[in-house]
């Protein structure tokens, strides 16, 4: 079983950076591929960001292309997304994911809530 906590959210203003961090625990998660996933209120669960078991991969919705960077460091079992240039829509409950490529069971963290103010 794994477990994934975010951590890092917060409010900021329009133009801002936060970092956000999701450590797992339970099992190493070398193997998994990770992804970023958020939810603004009223709307459906989005796609953010992923990025492959060792890191040479990452994928990018458009809206946050050149603005959002994931990676991971599996010496410590944690993927990070780095958001820069942050605007108001992308106020979101920011959420964990990871896909256990062997089984292929995902694993969801309890999202960690980011607010951008204009």
């Known amino acids: 079983q794994v477990q994934l906590v975010e951590s890092g959210g917060g409010l900021v203003q329009a133009g801002g950076s936060l970092r956000l961090s999701c450590r797992a625990s339970?099992?190493?998660?070398?193997?998994?591929?990770m992804g970023w996933f958020r939810q603004a209120p009223g709307k459906e669960r989005e796609f953010v960001a992923s990025?492959?078991?060792?890191?040479?991969?990452?994928d990018y919705a458009d809206s946050v292309q050149g603005r959002f960077t994931t990676s991971r460091d599996n010496a410590k079992n944690t993927v990070y997304l780095q958001m820069n240039s942050l605007k108001p829509e992308d106020t979101a409950v920011y959420y964990c994911?990871?896909?256990?490529?062997?089984?292929?069971?995902?694993?969801w963290g309890q999202g960690t809530q980011v607010t951008v103010s204009s």
């Open positions: 339970g099992r190493t998660i070398t193997t998994f591929a």
């Open positions: 994911n990871g896909l256990d490529v062997a089984s292929l069971r995902t694993y």
């Open positions: 990025i492959n078991w060792n890191g040479g991969r990452t």
